[in-house]
């Protein structure tokens, strides 16, 4: 019987120490798997070139504008721009926008009229990379180019309401416009800014100077003089060259209407009221386009109803508050079709 009792503890201590060596059946917990890695999307890059300074306060800022708008709304990591300004020499501008084309770039902005031909050129050889140019309408879809979209601005619009107001101003009835060169935005704008002074004051004389170009100030400076010379009591013109003629304006103290950028820096106490592009509007829908795969082909417009162009006053000018509100009543009506800007 003692045998039997050894024995038996025996494989009793034998078991336990199968237990503790880890004999016998056991559970494994496995480690849980880590979340996959987050790939960043890549953020769409545009490239931009430009015939004058970003800080001009006129064509080229309004574009430089639009972008950092665009990078303000979409965030730094989603939107990434960078641009080549003072390109008056095309082949220079040609050399820019190629440069940035090779680099792989979503979007390559020629903003410029003037260089259309160089994307006609150029685009071709980058059938993955999207083009934009204006102001204009021609995508070159008809030379067989589907990578270009175009753009442009009804700057008559605008043009209008700042002729209302100067028609409303003028005491002598002489309205002076220093015009670059009569294409583009720029005749657009002259035209629509005669409409809407001749609308409001059938008898008043506008006197339009063209002076051949885009970024030369002193003639621009000789044309308002001439103008101011002539009694004009009020003036506008278009183009980076403007500053000039606003120059000439703040020394003889008469009324200065502004278009494609906000110009009251330049003169707060002269400048009325300026026709702001906000190139964004259309941008924002081109950049939309080539996500969705197509990378030209269509041309867009900014306006005043779909603010791509807006009326800002000066906050530091004492407009007449009837002025004001006939201004008011010519964007509502250019906006609901019941004024025409250009006859």
């Given at each position: ?38 790939v ?32 303000n ?7 990434e ?9 095309v ?6 926008i ?23 050129e150029?685009?071709?050889d980058?059938p ?26 009804r ?11 100067a028609a409303?101003?003028?005491?002598s ?7 670059p ?12 800014f ?8 059938p008898?008043a ?8 170009s885009?970024?030369d100030?002193?003639l621009?400076s000789e ?22 003629a ?6 003889k ?47 867009f417009?900014?306006?005043?109803e779909?603010?791509?162009?807006v009326?800002e ?6 407009l007449p ?23």
């Amino acid at each position: 019987m003692k045998k039997v009792t050894i024995f038996v503890s025996l494989l009793l201590v034998a078991a336990f120490l199968l237990a503790a060596c880890g004999g016998g059946a056991t559970e494994t917990t496995e480690a849980p798997e880590a979340p996959p890695t987050e790939v960043a999307a890549e953020p769409f890059k545009v490239a931009v070139v430009m015939p004058s300074s970003i800080s001009d306060l006129a064509f080229s800022q309004s574009m430089y504008d639009a972008l950092v708008a665009i990078q303000n709304e979409m965030g730094a990591e989603n939107f990434e721009f960078v641009y080549t300004d003072g390109m008056f020499v095309v082949d220079d501008a040609a050399a820019a926008i190629r440069d940035y084309a090779s680099q792989g770039y979503n979007l390559v902005i020629a903003h410029g009229s003037q260089y259309g031909s160089s994307l006609v050129e150029i685009a071709p050889d980058f059938p993955e990379t999207s083009f934009a140019h204006g102001t204009t309408v021609d995508t070159f879809t008809d030379q067989g180019i589907t990578n270009v979209f175009a753009y442009e601005a009804r700057s008559e619009e605008g043009g209008y309401v700042n002729g209302v107001m100067a028609a409303l101003l003028s005491a002598s009835n002489i309205i002076g416009v220093v015009g670059p060169i009569e294409t583009g935005d720029a005749k657009l704008y002259v035209d629509g800014f005669k409409a809407g002074v001749l609308a409001t004051k059938p008898d008043a004389q506008v006197n339009v100077n063209w002076t051949g170009s885009f970024s030369d100030v002193a003639l621009a400076s000789e044309a308002a003089q001439t103008h101011v010379n002539a009694g004009a009591d009020a003036l506008t013109g278009t183009a980076q060259m403007v500053v000039g003629a606003v120059g000439v304006a703040k020394e003889k103290g008469v009324a200065w209407f502004a278009t494609q950028s906000n110009q009251e820096s330049l003169a707060p106490e002269i400048v009325v009221a300026s026709q702001v592009y906000k190139w964004d509007v259309v941008l924002k829908q081109i950049i939309d386009l080539i996500n969705q795969g197509t990378l030209g082909g269509q041309s867009f417009v900014i306006d005043l109803e779909n603010k791509g162009e807006v009326i800002e006053y000066n906050a530091g000018y004492a407009l007449p508050e009837d002025v004001k509100a006939a201004a008011e009543a010519a964007i509502q009506g250019i906006i609901d079709g019941t004024i025409t800007p250009l006859p």
